[in-house]
């Protein structure tokens, strides 16, 4: 049974850059046949996709967060890590990694981490 | 872009139906699925391309996709049902999946 694991700072200060690891377990991200996703939840909301990564490196994001958001992939620690640049109080949510079966008509998120909850204050 | 309309709340009685929609331009044309998220849980994947479902989900959970309007019903309701539910399509126009508002199912 795959599982992952969110890491990273629970606090980050404004302007700055968020960071946060997934750590998968029970099966090889290198392997292929899926993508890797980071999903985010402000308080009280919805769910709100931010992007995903194949083992290759191909990245796909949302486009309302392309110009602050970096997914990468090491293969050799079986984790993928998100950064998120010039955050501010609007970024505080609750951060999800997921894995994406990858076939040809559709994507969902299969399995999931249990969340981060990373605060943005001063 | 692709937008996905879910009732804010949906209420049903112990051993009833509850059945949750999901409304979108074409929706018939996409594959919907669905996630059970409870309160300070991670989401959890309960129907997948219309009306599949992942190991481990009971029978009780099943979907149906048509027209405007995709639908999740949980028949013989529990009060371990209650949850908000999520529906999710893929804009492959965009790449880009997409997420319904989330519907808080009560159970009476």
């Known amino acids: 049974q795959v599982q992952l694991q969110e890491s990273g700072p629970g606090l980050v200060k404004p302007s700055q850059t968020l960071s946060l690891t997934c750590t998968v377990s029970?099966?090889?991200?290198?392997?292929?046949?899926?993508?890797w996703s980071w999903i985010r939840q402000h308080p009280g909301k919805g769910l709100e996709w931010i992007g995903y990564i194949y083992y290759s490196g191909s990245t796909y994001y949302n486009p309302s967060l392309k110009s602050r958001v970096t997914i990468s992939v090491d293969t050799s620690k079986n984790q993928f890590s998100l950064k998120l640049s010039s955050v501010t109080a609007a970024d505080t949510a609750v951060y999800y990694c997921a894995r994406v079966p990858t076939t040809v008509t559709t994507r969902y998120f299969d399995y999931w981490g249990q969340g981060t909850l990373v605060t943005v204050s001063s | 872009s692709y937008v996905l309309t879910q009732p804010p709340s949906v209420s049903v009685a112990p051993g009833q139906t509850a059945r949750i929609t999901c409304g979108g331009n074409?929706?018939?044309?996409?594959?919907v699925h669905w996630y059970q998220q409870k309160p300070g849980q991670a989401p959890v994947l309960v129907v997948y391309d219309d009306s599949d479902r992942p190991s481990g989900i009971p029978e009780r959970f099943s979907g149906s996709n048509s027209g405007n309007t995709a639908t999740l019903t949980i028949s013989r309701v529990e009060a371990g049902d209650e949850a908000d539910y999520y529906c999710?399509?893929?804009?492959?126009?965009?790449?880009?999946?997409?997420f319904g508002g989330g519907t808080k199912l009560t159970v009476l």
């Open positions: 029970g099966g090889s991200i290198s392997s292929g046949g899926y993508y």
């Open positions: 074409n929706i018939g044309s996409k594959s």
């Open positions: 999710q399509v893929w804009d492959s126009s965009s790449d880009h999946p997409r």
